[in-house]
């Protein structure tokens, strides 16, 4: 049966209203992803992982997905680093993702991209689980969507942003002919 296909990241809307005290389990699905992905893309050959996507090939192979989650993870940190700045607003994601198209992921190994992704991840989940009740309450605009995001709500956006790239990498092994 063909998964469905997920929707595209900007067009999805968010509501940020969850209680602090959910601040813990959203970290934990925030440590879970760099072993979701590894378990989802390590026993498959490099010509599988590198292929890109698309009738014309338009979208990113599984193993830039993989190199685009890592890519991010300095903008999460600088996120960080505005809410404890007292910034008003977020610094700005690169909506091009021009570092993911310039990084060259394919021509890396999944497993030093895995590692490297796993490593920022743990580094920046370390500073989260350093946020105290309040830390996890204090308040930014994120500029793309116009709303005022608290640390717990960054901790969820970036849940979802993982989760939607792991649906798009079971979509595409199915678009590559991989059954899951």
């Known amino acids: ?31 879970g992803t760099p072993a979701r992905l590894e378990e989802m893309v390590r ?33 999460h940190e600088g996120r960080l680093d505005d809410f404890k700045a007292h910034a008003e607003v ?28 796993r490593e920022a991840r743990m580094r920046f989940v370390r500073r989260l689980e350093e946020t105290d009740e309040q830390a996890a309450s204090a308040s930014a605009m994120h500029p793309r969507l116009g709303l005022p995001m608290r640390v717990i709500d960054l901790a969820y956006f970036i849940a979802e942003h993982d989760d939607h790239h792991l649906a798009e990498i079971t979509y595409a092994k199915y678009e590559l002919g991989v059954r899951v």
């Open 43 to 75: 026993s498959y050959p490099p010509e599988i992982l590198t292929r890109r996507i698309g009738e014309a090939g338009e979208r990113w192979s599984i193993q830039e997905v993989v190199g685009h989650l890592h890519d991010l993870d300095e903008l």
């Open 90 to 117: 977020l610094r700005a994601a690169d909506l091009t993702n021009q570092k993911t198209h310039d990084a060259d992921h394919n021509s890396r190994s999944i497993e030093d991209l895995l590692v490297d992704f």
């Open 1 to 31: 049966m063909k998964p469905m296909k997920e929707a595209e990241w900007f067009k999805r809307q968010f509501i940020f209203n969850m209680p602090v005290e959910l601040f813990p389990a959203l970290v934990e699905r925030v440590r």
